[in-house]
T-cell receptor, first 112, second 112 residues
């Protein structure tokens, strides 16, 4: 158990819909990262937050957005969903910018 | 752009050594990582190496880095069935973010 909690574990929805994925980082970790894992693209970095503020942005679509709340949990919002958005979405956390990155077990999104 | 390549599959017999190879393109990489992903789980950091090192050993794991050729390898000695998993190579600049670039993973199958 990494200490990073992601909900829901599985989500099935239809094209055009909007979903929210939630992540609770390890206790004391200030940084939260979102990654997307798909069969064709592999693991892609989406976005990082540090202590509530966006720190780095990767290959995140405009239809996607994220935020980190004062209690340090984070949410990834995916809207106007397309079939190609089906993937495993991982959240990870770290204390700051050094040390180990801890991954949650992921949220598997299926868009039908 | 940045790219990390690794072979997709490796099969070894229990008790033998496994060697998983990885090549990367970003010469500014500061850290190189090996992660392990077991079925239904998130990624777990196995080990990492700074770009100014050429070898790191940690129990059954040996990491070799050839910075000139941008080649990284992970050797697992005395491979066990519990080592069956997907192994990801990743590189990062360490510039205040774990904006890591991952390879697509090597699936290691250990034959009893």
């Amino acid at each position: 158990d990494s200490g990073v909690t992601q909900t829901p574990k599985h989500l099935i929805t239809a094209t055009g819909q909007r979903v929210t994925l939630r992540c609770s980082p390890r206790s004391g970790d200030l940084s939260v990262y979102w990654y997307q894992q798909s069969l064709d693209q592999g693991l892609q970095f989406l976005i990082q937050y540090y202590n509530g503020e966006e720190r780095a942005k990767g290959n995140i679509l405009e239809r996607f957005s994220a935020q980190q709340f004062p209690d340090l949990h984070s949410e990834l919002n995916l809207s106007s969903l397309e079939l190609g958005d089906s993937a495993l979405y991982f959240c990870a956390s770290s204390v700051d910018f050094a040390g180990e990155l801890f991954f949650g077990e992921g949220s598997r999104l299926t868009v039908l | 752009g940045e790219d990390v390549e690794q072979s997709l599959f490796l099969s070894v017999r229990e008790g033998d050594s496994s060697v998983i190879n990885c090549t990367y393109t970003d010469s500014s990489s500061t850290y190189l990582y090996w992660y392990k992903q077991e079925p239904g789980a998130g990624l777990q950091l196995l080990t990492y190496i700074f770009s100014n090192m050429d070898m790191k050993q940690d129990q059954r794991l040996t990491v070799l880095l050839n910075k000139k050729d941008k080649h990284l390898s992970l050797r697992i000695a005395d491979t066990q069935t519990g080592d069956s998993a997907i192994y990801f190579c990743a590189e990062g600049s360490g510039a205040g973010s774990y904006q890591l670039t991952f390879g697509k993973g090597t699936k290691l199958s250990v034959i009893p």
